[in-house]
């Protein structure tokens, strides 16, 4: 293990694992999955450990003992859970009969995969969820050791850096989506971000449809934004952290984090499954910037509660790639989250992981100031990114009307009060409750 | 339009589309979802083409007419189909009712995302997988405009070039995939390469498990197993393909491509979904190799009739980035996959788009000289890669038997002749019905 986490060791190729496996064995990464199965799951599980390791549909000539040994998958627990009549994911190859859940637990040695992120999720994740034997399996958590986890640079602002580059401390950071997501101009883009940035809003982004579009072409739009976020931090000495959306082509990016370095800005948002792990992990490690990571698509992962990834195993994968801030939906959201999941969500990335880079949670989607109240009864944290923006462009006394009315929101919210109470305190905060507290 | 595909209009910002949309409405990308919905199907296509487009929960100061009609994405047509009494994805928010599909087709006007593929996927797959709307919701198709598709590099090599990079003609690829997955040293790797080739192998691959393990160095893997390659090339004339698996970091895929172009090497794989797309584009359009995309993971994003997106849809994206070569499993695969789905998959590659680049079919999963009957029955063509793992090293007379017996299937079936006369006919190809044959 001494030789393993050597960095000499690592020097003549990256990513890989260049030890030849003596003495102590390697450290392993081990897997939690929600499962499915008509067989005895633990024979399941051995079908999964074999697929994803040195397993084929037939022995095969040099699959020796000691190799399996080295770099077999291998099942380290299995917990029974309920019977099913129907099978959660249909196939016509099923035969009839009854369907058992369970949490199996699969380890692998990190010497299948190194610190290569891609062929470490093809491991956790690839031809897996291709197996008849299971009409269900979802990756809900990955444990890795915590010399594995060091050797990422991971997330370089994450809670703390976000906080230090907009000076906001001992509350969440207050934040809004440009709207319409897209057909504003750059220059209505910097008029509605100067208006925010008056009313004392912390964090502007970009809308994940928009990157450059016909009549907002990037490099201007970061042009007019950071003129008016340069010229207003001048002025109050706070300067709004704005995400641009980054997302494209590789190179591309790194272009554009280069021209948001030099007009000023402190932030890029990338949509993370669009653009994937391996460009993502470039730019997060080459661009001196707070890294938002949209994570759009999501829906498709995770939706069906026994297929795809639950958001625990998901933004460990991130945050070691290096983003800094993670969207986690919110409470009452508009979407078909429900609070039990979000909140797991924010607890997910309020857990340390082993480096000690953290991941601030980016709370959005049909927010309004009238959600502080269980978000913060619900997880006792104000480590949060929290977003509105209808909620706050509609508000009826305008935008500006609409920051100050989340930030009442969630002082009234720390504070102790209900929402009833803040009512009465808070005239712009009552304005909002009338607006958007009927749904 | 004319000024849309103007090379000099894009100059100015990589993926940007910087016209003032003058003149002819600009052309238009439309997406066909397979959807499920307890409202009336055309509301719910209207939710989506909003929320995916210029819409938000509340109306907003700036969503001009004029803006929503060149931004808006508009539902071109709806195809009601049945009823169910229960939702397909479950929610806790559902309200009681029924549940009806529907095919609903939607565009965008590319002045929205350009030719930046990770906007165009956020686009047609971001957040609407998340709407409350919905109850079911998959891609299945994807209409590009021809000078849109045009304006991709898209596949190098694809059917044509990879036919000239191996030599082979009239008759699908042979191939094999090293087994067992991750465990053997360069060395070993190399050995079977070497007994493969002797046998008249055309194609060989890594498994996705493997990059750089710690027993087995890319580099080093590169070597030992080029050195056989081209010693037999330099014997028989003929080059074996060997997709090196690539996948990790970005620079260190485009170093290790680089290190097999050296080697004299043809082809690179990349685990698609495990890399990305901004990556995988970023390879395809640097590395002068055939891109070998390998689709692990895939089975998360299809596997639920009503959730994801479709195979026709998935692999336009990737023939988009550049791939030359991507996976569709095989008739009677070891997976949950039926073979109509197959059918289709291998009958989307094999439909030009219209940069006139294509995609070789890789078939695979199970494989063995008995489905080539039915593959050739079903598909009627030779344009295919056609591997096997354990069906070519477990043979029971060795793997170079393996070889032959999948050759002499392929022959038989294009000749017209059934598995049983097959069998009188080739000894090779008889051994391996016994062995195989009897699952």
């Known amino acids: 293990m001494a030789i393993l ?3 000499a060791a690592m020097a003549d190729g990256p990513g890989g694992l260049h030890t030849e496996g003596q003495g102590e064995p390697a450290p392993r990464v081990t897997a939690t999955y929600l499962i499915e199965t008509p067989l005895a799951p633990e024979k399941a599980a051995e079908v999964l450990a074999g697929e994803q390791s040195s397993g084929t549909f037939v022995a095969v000539p040099g699959e020796t003992a000691e190799l399996k040994a ?3 998958a291998r099942v380290e627990g299995v917990e029974t859970l309920d019977w099913f009549e129907q099978p959660s994911l249909p196939s016509e190859k099923l035969a009839p009969g009854k369907y058992q859940q369970a949490l199996v637990r699969v380890s692998w040695s990190v010497e299948n995969f190194g610190f290569n992120l891609p062929v470490l999720v093809s491991t956790l994740q690839g031809n897996l969820y291709e ?3 299971f009409t269900g399996l979802k990756l809900m958590d990955i444990d890795f050791p915590a010399a594995y986890v060091a050797h990422f640079k991971g997330s370089k602002f994450g809670i703390e850096g976000s906080r230090a580059l907009t000076g906001v401390y001992n509350r969440p950071l207050i934040g809004t989506i440009i709207k319409p997501s897209i057909g504003l101009t750059p220059e209505q883009t910097a008029e509605m971000v100067q208006t925010m940035g008056e009313a004392g809003i912390d964090f502007v982004k970009d809308d994940e449809l928009l990157s450059s579009s016909a009549n907002s072409p990037f490099e201007k739009r970061v042009e007019e934004v950071m003129n008016r976020i340069n010229r207003l931090a001048d002025k109050t000495g706070k300067k709004i952290m704005y995400a641009f959306n980054v997302s494209g082509e590789t190179d591309e990016m790194l272009y554009r984090c280069e021209t ?12 993370l499954n669009s653009v994937g792990l391996s460009a993502t992990r470039k730019v997060c490690e080459t661009a001196p910037l707070a890294i938002h990571g949209h994570r759009n698509g999501w829906g498709m992962m995770t939706r069906h509660p026994l297929l795809g990834i639950d958001f625990p195993a998901y933004q460990k994968l991130w945050r070691l790639a290096g983003v800094d ?8 959201n508009k979407f078909w989250e429900s609070d039990d999941s ?3 969500s924010i607890e997910a990335c309020l857990r340390p992981m082993a480096n000690g880079r953290t991941v601030l949670p980016v709370v959005s989607s049909g927010q309004w100031g009238g959600q502080a109240f269980e978000t913060w009864r619900r997880t006792a944290t104000v480590d949060l990114l929290y977003m509105a923006g209808g909620g706050i462009m509609a508000h009826p006394m305008g935008a500006s009307a609409g920051v100050t009315a989340l930030q009442q929101a969630w002082k009234a919210a720390v504070d102790g009060m209900q929402l009833n109470e803040a009512v009465k305190e808070y005239p712009e905060f009552a304005k909002s409750v009338e607006k958007f507290g009927k749904g």
């Open 70 to 72: 080295r770099f077999a």
């Open 5 to 7: 986490y050597n960095d």
């Open 131 to 133: 197996l008849r034997q």
């Open 260 to 271: 948001i370095v030099k007009a000023g800005g402190t932030c890029a948002m990338i949509s």
């Open 325 to 332: 801030q993670i969207h986690v939906n919110g409470i009452a």
């Open 342 to 344: 979000v909140v797991r």
